[in-house]
């Protein structure tokens, strides 16, 4: 597995609607200290969001050593933000890693948040040891997707805008589409198996990982989809993202 230097490390977790962050005890995946929460600014523009991040780190004692990873809902490809679908369209073409890092005063990791949570996955929970592809989903405001090959991770992998039916996958069968048009969990999961269906026509994967805060709630839907490769909630459920970036941040040379 990959080296460590650090025992600890602070991971946030930047969301439509909050800003979250936990130090983790990278032995184990789990918080060291509860968690902190502030709502996310509206606009949600990078200042804003940049001086909140602040404020959550803030609220913690951390040593100035402590390797820090943020988790955005966007691709990110070195720093910097490249899409915006759930989020301000002034973010596209900011480098994360500078605004978050100028308003700390400290170096940061920036990771789409999927791809943070599929890490969290690999390293601590429901993909930990797993040979082959996996896939983890995260169903959330968005669709969020993490393809991990033999606990290798291939970012930025978007899989959540794959067009079904003529439409935007995770407009119909995200956790949003669910409570805004109110469904029942019967409901949304005629869509989600209809999703997973064409993931699987596409990767084949050999396990299939369900993350977001809804997969606090898997046994109201995951029971009813049949799928060719097990599909599991996550292990370390919506905690996922804070524990993959604060991971990653501490393996970063
Ligand atoms: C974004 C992804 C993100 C996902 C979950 C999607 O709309 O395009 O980058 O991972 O939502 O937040």
Do not use: C
Not at 17 to 35: M, Q
Not at 134 to 162: F, K, Q, R, W, Y
Request: glycine residues 10%; without cysteine; charged residues 20%.
């Amino acid at each position: 597995m990959n080296d460590i230097r650090h025992t600890v490390a602070f991971g946030i977790d930047i969301g439509g609607s909050g800003i979250k962050g936990a130090p983790v005890d990278l032995a184990t995946g789990e918080f060291a200290a509860e968690r902190v929460r502030i709502p996310t600014p509206l606009p949600a523009t990078p200042a804003a969001v940049a001086q909140t991040v602040a404020q959550v780190v803030d609220a913690f004692a951390l040593d100035r050593s402590v390797p820090i990873g943020v988790t955005f809902p966007a691709v990110i490809a070195h720093g910097v933000a490249r899409s915006a679908a759930n989020v301000d369209p002034s973010w596209i073409g900011t480098n994360v890693e500078t605004v978050v890092g100028q308003a700390t005063g400290r170096q940061v990791l920036a990771v789409n948040d999927a791809d943070a949570a599929g890490y969290a996955e690999v390293e601590y929970g429901a993909a930990k040891g797993v040979a082959g592809v996996v896939l983890v989903v995260t169903l959330g405001t968005g669709i969020g997707s993490a393809l991990i090959v033999d606990e290798m991770l291939v970012p930025n992998t978007e899989l959540g805008h794959l067009e079904i039916d003529g439409l935007d996958a995770e407009s119909r069968a995200a956790d949003s589409a669910r409570e805004r048009e109110e469904l029942s969990w019967a409901q949304w999961a005629v869509r989600l198996q209809r999703y997973f269906e064409e993931v699987e026509k596409l990767f084949s994967p050999d396990l299939i990982v369900v993350g977001g805060g809804v997969s606090k709630k898997h046994e109201k839907f995951l029971p009813l989809l049949s799928l060719n490769a097990p599909i599991v909630p996550a292990g370390l459920r919506n905690a996922a993202g804070i524990v993959g970036a604060a991971r990653l941040a501490a393996q970063r040379r």
